[in-house]
C-alpha cells in the first residue's frame, strides 16, 4: 500500500494530522493512505518557501530558472509511464483520456509558461515637469513571495501545474495543497523537483482536507503572498475570505453550469462529435462541460437521438484496457451527488433519452459507477437546469430564436463557458460575444491555446489566468519613476 507523504523543504515527511485512505474508483479498492499536514507542518512548508526566496532560488538569472523549469517538463515526461499509472490510480480515468490530456499538458505548461517569461515587457512612459527636465517611468516586475496553490481533482496533475508552472518562471516559490482525493501526483512531481535541481522550499506540497485542515492552514497562512485556487464556487467564497486577511491577492477558477447552443445550420456530425465530449469527457467532471443545451427546434429530435446514442456508446472497465472510453466518477460521496440529480431529474417529469441509472459491470461492482445520462422536458428552473452536477449528463431543451437561445444560455448564476455551433458567420461573432461568459467555443470545445485568458465570469471566478494573464497575476508590479 502507498503511503503518501508530504513534501515540505525538498524532503518527503510522514504527516502528523489526520491519516485517509486513497481509493481506486474503478474498483472502491483502497490503494494507499494519505497522512495530512499538521498546522505545525504546514507552517514548516511557508517557512520553507518564504527561505527559498532568499535563497539561491531568489537570486537566480531568469534563464536559468527557465533552463530549470525545461528540466522539470523533460522530467515529467521522462517519467510518464509513471505519472500516467498515478493519474489512473487516483481517478479511474480512461488511459485514452489521462495519456493524452492530463499527463502531457502536465509536462507542457512548463514550458509554456517558460516561453511566456522569456518574452515578457514592460510599459515606459516618459512625462513632462515644469522646470523642463521630465521624468521617466518605467514598470519592473517581481515574484509576489509564496503563492498558495490549493487544486481539485477532475485534472490534477494538469490543473496543478497550470498555476505552479507560471508562479515559478515568475520567480515565486509554491505551497500546493492537493484535493484530498488525488494526492499522487503532485507528490511524484517532488521527486522531479529535486532531480531537476529545483532547490529546496521552492516547491512543497501539504497534504489534507479544506476546512480545519491543510486547506484552510495554508489559504490562512500570514505568511502566504497570494492564493490561486481551482475548485467549487462555494469553496472559493471560503477562500476569498481567507484571502481577504492580509489583502492577499486571489485567483479563482470556479464552478460552472456551461450551456451549448446547437443552430438548425450546424455542421450536423462535426457538432454531434464536439458535443458529445463537452458533455461525457471525463465521466462529466470538466469545470468546462456541457450540462444544459439549447438546440433550434427544427433539428431538435435529430440532436436528441443523436446525444442519446453517443451516450450509449460508451465502454466501462479498466482503465487501463484502451478499449475503456468512459471511467466512474471520483468518489462514493460523489456518485451520490450525482445519483441525486437523476433522481430529481425522474421525479421532476424529465424524459430520460439515456442513462440515468448505475451500469453493472462485471469484476468492478465495486467501483463508482454513473450513466452517462441525457434528459429533456424539464423547466428552466429546475435545480438540474440551475445547479452544477460534475457527472456525465447533460439537458436538452428546444428554442426558436437567436435571441430566445441567447437569453436561456445567460440565465444563469455561473459563466465559464458555452460551446455555440453554426455554420453561419455572422451569428457565430455575434451569439459569442453575447453570452456572459470567460470563454466562446465555436464549433470546437476544450481547444486551448494556453497564451489566451482562461477564467470565468459571474460566480465562476474572478481573474484570468494563462499566458500574460498569469504573469499579471504571479508578479508584482512596480513602477519607478525617474526624474530627469
Ligand atoms: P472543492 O472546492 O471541493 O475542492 C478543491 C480544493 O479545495 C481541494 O483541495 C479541497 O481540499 C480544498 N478546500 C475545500 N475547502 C477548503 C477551504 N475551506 N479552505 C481551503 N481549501 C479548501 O472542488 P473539487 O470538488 O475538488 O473540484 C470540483 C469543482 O472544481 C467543480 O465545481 C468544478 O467546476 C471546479 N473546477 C473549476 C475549474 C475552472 O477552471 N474554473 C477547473 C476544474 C474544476
Redesign the pocket.
Known sequence: MTEFLNFIDGRFVPGRAEAFANHFPSTGEVLGEVRAADRDQVDEAVGAAQRALKGPWGRMALAERVALLRKVADGINARFDEFLAAEIRDTGKPRSIASHIDIPRGAANFNVFADQVMTLSNESFEMATPDGGGALNYAVRGPRGVIAV??????PLL?MTWKVAPALACGNTVVV?????TPATATLLGEVMNAAGIPPGVYNVVHG???GSA??F??RHPGVNGIT?????S?GE??MA?SSRGVRPVSL????KNAGIIFDDADFDKTMEGIGRACFANTGQV?LGTERIYVQRGIFDRVAEGLAAKARAYRFGDPFDPATTMGPVISTEHRAKVLSYYDRAAKGGAQVLAGGGVPSIQGYEGGYWVEPTVWTGLAEDSPVIRE?I?GPCTHLQPFDTEDEAIALANNSPYG?ATTIWTESLGRAHRVARQVEVGISWVNCWFLRDLRTP???AKA??IGREGGVHSMEFYTELRNICIKL
Do not use: D, Q, R, Y
Open positions: 490549493v487544486c481539485p481533482w477532475n485534472l490543473l495543497k492537493p484535493s484530498e482525493e482536507h479544506g476546512p486547506g484552510e495554508l489559504t485556487f481551482t475548485g467549487e464556487t469553496t471560503a477562500i481567507a477558477e470556479l464552478g460552472g469545470c452544477e460534475f465559464l482562461f477564467g470565468g465562476s471566478g
